[in-house]
């Protein structure tokens, strides 16, 4: 199969949600203009250090899908505030949940966050996330022409067996929208992304917040990692589009190679 182009937008997400989407509208039209067939935002990309109601969740997944539609790509919504029919605005905890797009419009896959950043760092944050998301219960995998993407989502990068059990659905792609904060960016971010792409034998895309938020500064430095751990593609500290071109059979001949799927004792 032909490799695919790809692109992740780096975003510094604020208090304002319309002006958040007006911008990815914007970027998403940019990177479909270069040539990208898959697109993919970070965590919260709807908005951060504030508060929405129900209705924000509606306008998120509808521009999502007319965006997909329109640039007839496939659209990874990184992840918004989700709430659902039945609960109430008032003082119900939304989802962390990632929607997925194929280049129709229509959603075909949909993640909600499973672990919570609930952390105290020495010198940095100390952030309660359970306070804030309802917890999801279930790996969730997106089918595209050019393979099988697993959807994660920050904090979820910390917890290898996901990734396993990813893979092991049949995921070649492994997704992780975050907003990483700088301290523990700094020490981790890059080491376990490579780490889940040669445990997986897979592609990681990992498309990062960037910027100062209400608590903490985002770490930014999207990257995208290929099967073997190489950093192919790999964003600063600022609002950035990255691309790379992936190859579809690129996974089969590193798990072929180092045969670590299906092999768990």
């Known amino acids: 199969m032909d490799n695919t182009k790809i692109a992740l937008i780096q975003l510094h997400s604020g208090k304002d949600a319309l002006l958040n989407l007006d911008n990815i509208k914007t970027l998403v039209a940019q990177a479909a203009s270069n040539g990208a067939k898959l697109v993919m935002l970070p965590e919260v990309c709807d908005y951060t250090d504030t508060r929405y109601g129900a209705e924000i969740t509606g306008v998120f997944r509808e521009a999502f899908s007319e ?4 640039h007839g790509i496939y659209l990874h919504g990184g992840s918004i505030h989700e709430y659902t029919p039945d609960m109430s605005d008032a003082g119900q905890k939304p989802y962390n949940t990632t929607f997925f797009y194929d280049p129709s419009g229509a959603e075909i896959a949909s993640y909600r966050k499973i672990h919570m950043f609930d952390v105290e760092i020495a010198d940095g944050p100390s952030l309660c996330e359970s306070h804030i998301f309802s917890v999801g219960d279930s790996i ?26 990813m893979a092991l659905s049949g995921a070649t792609i492994l997704c992780c929208a975050a907003n990483f904060t700088k301290p523990t960016g700094e020490a981790h971010w890059e080491v376990l992304q490579r780490a889940r792409a040669i445990e997986t034998g897979s592609y990681v895309l990992a498309c990062n917040q960037c910027g100062q938020k209400k608590d903490f500064t985002s770490y930014g430095h999207s990257m995208v990692i290929d099967p073997w751990g190489r950093i192919v593609a790999e ?12 190859d579809p059979d690129y996974p089969a001949r590193a798990r072929r190679q180092i045969p670590v799927i299906g092999v768990k004792r």
């Not at 965006?67 to 329109?70: I, S, T, V």
């Not at 964003?235 to 992936?246: C, F, Q, T, V």
């Open 140 to 165: 969730s995998c997106a089918n595209t022409v050019f393979g099988a993407l697993g959807l994660s989502i920050c904090f979820d990068l910390r917890f290898p067996a996901l990734y396993h059990d």
């Open 235 to 246: 964003a600063g500290d600022a609002k950035e589009i990255i691309y790379a071109d992936i």
């Open 67 to 70: 965006l997909a539609c329109e």
